[in-house]
């Protein structure tokens, strides 16, 4: 007598699926986050190097580095020491200029493809004409190093936040290529401005709830948003 296959009952098949389905919803999270915290190191990585590219850089100039979007952007020039020629290679193709954990979209009102920013950090341009002088101006040109009296407290560059009123730079002759820099405290990510001019320019929630930022005595770190001040900013 030829016994016949055992196969599942519709029942047995519902409750493997559903077992399936409960292990993607605990692990799906995980993995999430985990890709995240991936992201975040790698963008922490980033910013080492670009200190790295930073400190050649000063050396050869006589300790000065580029501030704001003069005649100097910080990421033309440091195209030879990340392993391009300068006014020959395409800063573009240079990885560590890119977080990302750049959104590809915001907050349903606007889109934008990560792929099309190509600037991720912004940079200090700030200026202050005494230590009780707490909105500061703009430098627009560089500066040397001896003049930070706090280097390792002070931030050179962070993360670039992403917004409607932010604008995309696609390439260096983009028309809003200078608004990549901090010199207001309207820029902070404490700040709820969204105008194109004051309002704010660091990534509040790119990494947890707040981002990464290189100071300038070249290490990288993540800073809550809540925590970052004008202090932190201060060439005085």
Request: with cysteine.
């Amino acid at each position: 007598m030829v016994r016949g296959k055992r196969a599942f009952t519709l029942i047995e098949l519902l409750v493997v699926i559903a077992i399936i389905a409960l292990l993607m919803g605990i692990l799906m999270p995980a993995l999430h986050r985990a890709k995240k915290q991936a992201q975040a190191t790698t963008c922490l990585s980033n910013l080492k190097q670009i200190g790295l590219a930073a400190a050649l850089y000063a050396e050869d100039y006589d300790s000065f580095i580029p501030r704001g979007a003069g005649s100097s952007i910080w990421f033309i020039q440091f195209l030879p020491y990340v392993g391009q020629k300068q006014n020959k290679g395409d800063y573009r193709s240079v990885d560590i200029y890119r977080c990302r954990s750049f959104p590809r979209t915001g907050n349903g009102l606007y889109e934008i493809p990560n792929s099309r920013q190509t600037v991720c950090y912004v940079v200090n341009d700030w200026t202050f004409s005494s230590r009780t002088d707490e909105k500061g101006s703009s430098v627009t040109k560089p500066t040397r190093l001896s003049v930070f009296a706090r280097r390792a407290y002070t931030i050179y560059m962070a993360d670039n936040e992403a917004g409607f009123w932010r604008p995309i730079i696609e390439d260096e002759n983009s028309r809003e290529i200078s608004r990549c820099d901090i010199f207001d405290p309207g820029h902070l990510p404490a700040s709820d401005s969204t105008d194109i001019t004051r309002g704010r320019r660091i990534a509040r929630e790119r990494h947890r709830k707040g981002c990464n930022v290189l100071f300038l005595d070249w290490h990288s770190e993540y800073v809550e948003a809540e925590n970052m001040t004008v202090g932190m900013w201060r060439d005085k």
